[in-house]
């Protein structure tokens, strides 16, 4: 299997209930984020995205929410389910950034429990 | 419509070696990209390209070459393979307007392993 997530944070999450991920990004001149999923094996695949001018943002069963401030975004997953174990990175770019060139955070793994 | 397709999926080499990952995409995207991801880390940018013709480095560009010679092939060359070279390589593209478009379409990987 894929060995990506070896050393990652880990959050162990009961089926059924909610699970928060979070990641601090470094550019202050970031503005647009994205959270991707990767599953064992797979490439990563896009789950919200979320521009500066807002601080939440939903979708179906996960919410992005940004503080500016601190440089802080979360991704809530509503009633976590066995298929959303995976490895969950945030993401960060500018628009004026050469190439929307796309900088990942470390990830966190999520285990969830039946 | 295949999306972003890589090849191989698995490949050992041995040092000193060399061998071009094959990347292509079929969505007419201008904006493509190589990044490779180690255990427990996050994803790195090695190359990147806005369009047939034009390349940059990313981050970690040393041991590697690109080429774009077409708008849906974006092969990366390592020409002397090291072990620190192990890694997973994900080749993905965008439109280029992250905002119109969702971010990037990843392709499934390619691991290679340098012994």
């Known amino acids: 299997g894929e060995s990506v997530g070896l050393h990652l944070p880990t959050l162990s999450v009961q089926e059924g209930d909610n699970s928060i991920i979070n990641c601090a990004y470094s550019?202050?001149?970031?503005?647009?984020f994205i959270w991707y999923k990767q599953e064992s094996g797979k490439g990563p695949q896009f789950i919200i995205d979320?521009?500066?001018?807002?601080d939440k943002r939903q979708g179906q069963r996960v919410t992005v929410l940004l503080n500016k401030t601190v440089k802080h975004l979360s991704l809530q997953i509503a009633a976590t389910q066995p298929g959303d174990s995976a490895v969950y990175f945030c993401?960060?770019?500018?628009?004026?950034?050469?190439?929307?060139?796309?900088?990942f955070g470390g990830g966190t793994r999520v285990l969830v429990k039946p | 419509n295949a999306g972003v397709t890589q090849t191989p999926k698995f490949r050992i080499l041995k040092i000193g070696q060399s061998m071009t990952l094959q990347c292509t995409q079929d969505?007419?995207?201008?904006?493509m990209y190589w990044y490779r991801q180690d255990p427990g880390m996050g994803l790195k940018l090695i190359y990147y390209?806005?369009?047939?013709?034009?390349?940059d480095k990313g981050e970690v560009p040393n041991g590697y070459n690109v080429s774009r010679s077409t708008t849906e092939d974006f092969p990366l060359r390592l020409e002397l393979a090291a072990p620190s070279q192990t890694s997973v390589y994900f080749c993905?593209?965008?439109?280029?307007?992250?905002?119109?478009?969702?971010?990037?379409?990843f392709g499934s990987g390619t691991r290679l392993t340098v012994v």
């Open positions: 979320i521009r500066s001018n807002m």
């Open positions: 993905a593209s965008s439109f280029g307007q992250l905002l119109a478009n969702y971010g990037y379409t």
């Open positions: 390209s806005v369009g047939a013709g034009i390349t």
């Open positions: 550019n202050s001149a970031s503005d647009y």
């Open positions: 969505m007419n995207h201008n904006y």
């Open positions: 993401a960060e770019t500018s628009q004026a950034a050469a190439g929307n060139k796309l900088t």
